[in-house]
């Protein structure tokens, strides 16, 4: 179905993570994919109910890794064997143990800088506004006590009344329209 106009989703409020991750995994379990649970401490099976399994920082900290690694080696080899070449003592232009050191911090500037970054950019950081911040429960709970269990209007399955009578049967605190 499509997104209806305005609507972000429906925010379900419970009291425990033991009801969240019940609803949770209920929810994925009949076809959610379009949901995300909000709690004020981290709560690991929450990401398991959910469906999120992977994260790709690890690989972009690797891609930047190489891409230091690579930057630090051609820099030094441009410039001993291409722009600078000096024999000295008969030595080999492209000593290439020489530049192992550098190379080495290189990659780990590179590697903990994309690590960085790219954990800003893939959580979608610096997020000044979420729809979720109209809803006055979970501005009031969301840090401090309440559990939370959005299921989103762009999904397919989504129905705003067929929705909020699937959430009611977790026996949540509160359902709530979320406006955008």
């Known amino acids: 179905m499509a997104q209806i106009e305005g609507t972000y989703g429906l ?5 425990t993570p033991t009801e969240l991750i019940a609803a949770a995994k209920a929810a994925y379990g009949s076809g959610w994919r379009r949901l995300d649970c909000y709690t004020p401490y981290p709560v690991e ?3 398991e109910a959910i469906g999120f399994h992977s994260n790709r920082v690890s690989l972009v900290c690797l ?3 190489l891409m230091g690694l690579a930057a630090m080696f051609g820099l030094e080899t441009w410039a001993s064997v291409l722009a600078y070449p ?3 003592g008969g030595r080999p232009l492209y000593s290439w143990p020489a ?10 500037l590179f590697a903990g800088l994309s690590a960085a970054f790219g954990m800003l950019a893939m959580n979608g950081l ?3 506004y979420h729809p979720l911040f109209n809803s006055p429960s979970f501005r009031n ?5 309440k559990f939370f269990l959005c299921l989103e209007a762009n999904d397919p399955k989504f129905s705003l009344s067929e929705t909020k009578k699937y959430l009611e049967n977790f026996g949540p605190l509160s359902v709530v329209e979320v406006d955008y």
């Open 86 to 88: 000096l024999n000295i």
């Open 99 to 108: 530049f192992i050191v550098p190379a080495y911090e290189w990659t780990i």
């Open 141 to 145: 709970g969301a840090t401090t006590d």
């Open 126 to 128: 610096p997020a000044m």
């Open 11 to 15: 925010l379900a409020e419970f009291d």
């Open 45 to 47: 099976e929450a990401a």
């Open 63 to 65: 891609i930047g890794g």
